[in-house]
Structure formats: C-alpha cells, structure tokens
C-alpha cells in the first residue's frame, strides 16, 4: 500500500458517516457524469437510537448509518438557505 492509499484509507475510517455518506454521493455524480448518464436512489429511514440509516443504490448499494447529532446543521450552514431560499438557485 502507498503512503497516498494510506493516508486517504485513514481518512474515510476516521471520518463522521455523514461526511462519508455525503463523500460517496459526490462520486457517484462525478461517475456518473463522466460516463455521460447515470441513475441512483437515496433513502433514509430511522432506526434504533433515533439513528439514520442512509442507503444510497447506485450500481451496488453503500449504506451508512448516522448518529441524530450528526444530522444537525452547524451554526455556519444556518444562514445558507434562511426563509427556504435557496442562495444558489436561479
């Protein structure tokens, strides 16, 4: 194993599942892009503990299952879509 495949199999083991999740989600679109079409599904469902069981299916499915406190938007996201709007949409 290369120290790069290292470092980055040690970043995805100490990551938080939802950055995880959200990690995968990125490439499955930037896959999917480059084959120029693409199709997935993305459930989530709570389980024990008020944890979130998150299945993305794309091809094969990768399942994540995150804390609730891991769900909460931090202080600074809080401002990214106020009153509902979107600041990115058109």
Known sequence: ???ATAKRAQEVTSA???????SRVL???HEGLRHG??????????IGQERR?????AGKSHQFVIA????QRTAAHD????NGSDPHAE
Not at 39 to 46: G, K, M, P, Y
Not at 79 to 82: C, K, N
């Open 53 to 57: 069981r998150l299945i993305l299916r």
């Open 16 to 22: 938080l599942p939802i950055d995880r999740a959200i």
């Open 79 to 82: 401002g990214d879509f106020q």
């Open 37 to 46: 079409y693409f199709e997935f599904t993305l459930t989530c469902e709570v």
């Open 1 to 3: 194993m290369t120290n």
């Open 27 to 29: 490439a499955e679109i």
């Open 68 to 71: 609730k406190d891991d769900c």
